[in-house]
């Protein structure tokens, strides 16, 4: 992983794309788990199991790069799902976020920097919520017995870059997002992480997928 470019996956016709992305680090955690374990999924596997190509990417911790970097991935890739995933200190499990919001930024990025007004646009929505159901997927995990980390759900993404993060991709498309909150190492290792991951994953692209499919049947008056 990280030696696939963009090019290589808008090379491949008609092959959905997953996005996927993890954060660098950031005061306290000099090693971040959300890169850690995004950089350990077996892609190839999941590629195989859901018939799309994966595409990760390690975000810098600053509001402006996120904004940016984003939107041209958005751009670039047209994915079927995004998958944002970031570490929480406090998390004791696998964290389902359901929302962003666009303001109550106050927290410094890595570079000292703020969003204009702590707001990510004037005007925008005050909160966006995911059209995925976070409560379906935790329940598929936590029904699952091969899996070691349990799994919630949560509506305070923590007004940082993880919400930002969120909150910029749900500004797209609300119906193909998603935000993961994952534990420190500490907490659990980097492979239980990285199966949690996998499973959402594949929990939220069947969803996806499922959507879709009835969007298409009622807008071609199937339903």
């Given amino acids: 992983m990280g030696d696939t470019t963009v090019e290589s996956i808008l090379d491949v016709e008609n092959e959905p794309v997953i996005y996927v992305t993890g954060f660098g680090p950031f005061p306290p955690h000099a090693v971040n788990s959300s890169e850690v374990a995004v950089r ?3 892609v190839q ?11 990760v990417d390690i975000i810098r911790v600053e509001y402006d790069y996120v904004r940016k970097f984003v939107n041209q991935r958005w ?3 047209k994915p079927k799902l995004v998958v944002h995933v970031g570490v929480s200190g406090q998390a004791e499990t696998l964290v389902l976020e359901q929302l962003a919001h666009n303001s109550g930024y106050n927290k410094q990025d890595t570079c000292g920097c703020l969003p204009n007004k702590g707001t990510y646009c004037s005007g925008g929505e005050e909160v966006i919520q995911s059209e995925i159901r976070m409560d379906l997927v935790s329940k598929a995990l ?9 799994c919630v759900k949560s509506t305070d993404p923590g007004r940082f870059l993880c919400d930002f993060i969120y909150y910029t ?13 994952v534990p420190t190492l500490n907490k659990f290792p980097k492979e239980d992480i990285a199966d949690a991951i996998s499973m959402a994953i594949k929990e939220m692209y069947n969803q996806v997928l499922e959507n879709d499919a009835k969007a298409t049947c009622k807008a071609e008056g199937k339903l």
């Fill in 45 to 55: 596997q999941l590629e195989k199991e859901l018939g799309a190509k994966i595409y």
């Fill in 142 to 150: 936590n029904n699952n017995t091969v899996l070691k980390l349990p």
């Fill in 169 to 181: 991709s749900l500004r797209q498309d609300k119906s193909r997002v998603a935000f993961i909150h």
């Fill in 75 to 77: 751009a670039m890739l």
């Fill in 40 to 42: 350990h999924l077996d």
